[in-house]
């Protein structure tokens, strides 16, 4: 999905604002959204973590943009108790004495078509391109190298198929490639010569050149 | 759905967040001490400390960096570091020409167990946005300058690899002890925005 949260490359954002001995929460409910979340996946086991990315993902642009982090996190995990019916909206706004915004719902056919890969097709060196596809639902490679041309550095293990596992597909599993992009093929002569973007991308995600 | 545009405000998050937390609670769907002991955790074992101590290790034993640049996870694991979001670690080697930078412009994706959680300046949309796009600007920003001759990598958090960076030891620590090198590692060095930088006794 091409959603407020892929926004590697956007413009229009000013500086980056680093807090000094920042504590790991900031408030007890950042600790408690953390913790809920991680309760979703694992003790309840209601979702999976890529089911929970594209929860976050789901959420309106610009209630995204204008949550902090965890805020980012209760509504994800929030929306996907719901979804599972582990809890109603109606419950969750009586209980917070107001709106409790959720995120929107999951596409209709949130998958695009890429045919499986259980053998790692390229090796370290190949030459390859970001296949150009726009699914509606959960991916991984961001919009930013779509259609680019790479070169693999690195072969990882197989893991499982996020933009299957995300919108509960049968397992599958498939390698990811450190696909390293010089900067000039992902933003023309804005970007300086000596800069590279790496990329860890699936299988299936590539084509060979 | 609710929609936030709507004229209402939201809940406050603390609201909502503890609305769900007693509504799981009814439901009995909280084990006794779950949510402490996972917040615990990340507040006190998931640390970049252990992944200082990883480097420091690198620094003074040519044999464990080998390991490390080799097979991070097994290198970490070493140390006793491992843990959920560190199943696949690699470590990226920064030299006198290359220097490593780590984001994850999707969500913000972390090594854990040696990072610890993210600060909040890596899961902004400015340091998402821009560090894939404009990445020596971004760098100045944030206090590093580096020279035209240090070429620059920014690894994008897309899979499961976690990664970190392995810095540059700086000059005129080579009588330093593992500990006192280990405390000179910072979390901002190992995802990239910072050098490691010492005061020695000659200066």
Not at chain 1, 68 to 91: C, D, F, M, N, P
Not at chain 2, 145 to 162: N, Y
Not at chain 2, 163 to 171: E, I
């Amino acid at each position: 999905m091409d959603g407020i949260h892929d926004l590697g490359g956007m413009g229009g954002f000013g500086p980056i604002e680093v807090e000094r001995d920042e504590p790991v929460f900031h408030e007890p409910w950042e600790r408690l959204a953390f913790a809920l979340n991680i309760l979703g996946i694992t003790a309840i086991g209601a979702y999976n973590a890529d089911e929970y990315r594209h929860a976050v993902e789901r959420m309106d642009p610009a209630h995204y943009l204008a949550a902090s982090y965890y805020e980012r996190v209760l509504t994800g995990a929030a929306t996907l108790l719901v979804e599972k019916r582990i809890v109603t909206h109606h419950e969750l706004e009586s209980g917070a004495g107001g709106l409790f915004p959720l995120a929107q719902p999951v596409a209709e056919n949130p998958t695009a078509d890429l045919k499986p890969q259980t053998q790692a097709r390229f090796k370290v060196g190949d030459r390859v391109v970001v296949r150009n596809v726009f699914p509606a639902g959960h991916t991984r490679a961001p919009r930013y190298v779509r259609g680019k041309r790479g070169v693999v550095l690195h072969i990882a293990p197989a893991f499982s198929f996020p933009d299957g596992s995300a919108h509960g597909l049968s397992a599958r599993s498939e390698h990811t490639y450190h696909v390293e992009f010089p900067a000039r093929e992902l933003w023309a002569d804005s970007a300086g010569n000596d800069e590279s973007v790496v990329v860890d991308l699936w299988d299936s995600y590539l084509e060979a050149r | 759905m609710s929609n936030p545009r709507r004229s209402q405000p939201p809940a406050p998050p603390e609201a909502r967040a503890n609305a769900l937390a007693e509504l799981l609670d009814e439901k009995r769907l909280i084990p006794a001490g779950f949510l402490d002991a996972v917040a615990t955790n990340a507040e006190h074992e998931w640390s970049p400390r252990n992944g200082a101590r990883v480097v420091a290790r690198a620094w003074v034993d040519p044999e464990y960096r080998k390991r490390l640049l080799a097979d991070a996870t097994t290198a970490c694991a070493e140390l006793g570091y491992a843990g959920p979001q560190g199943e696949y670690m690699v470590a990226l080697e920064d030299t006198p020409a290359l220097h490593n930078v780590i984001v994850c412009t999707q969500c913000s994706c972390t090594a854990w167990p040696v990072l610890g959680l993210p600060p909040d300046w890596y899961k902004s949309p400015e340091y998402r946005a821009r560090v894939v796009r404009e990445p020596r600007r971004v760098l100045h920003e944030m206090g590093l300058d580096l020279p035209k001759s240090v070429s620059i990598r920014v690894w994008d958090t897309t899979a499961e690899t976690r990664y970190m960076v392995l810095p540059l030891r700086p000059a005129g620590t080579e009588d330093w002890s593992e500990e006192q090198l280990a405390e000179t590692v910072t979390r901002e060095a190992m995802i990239g925005i910072a050098l490691v930088s010492v005061v020695t006794s000659r200066e």
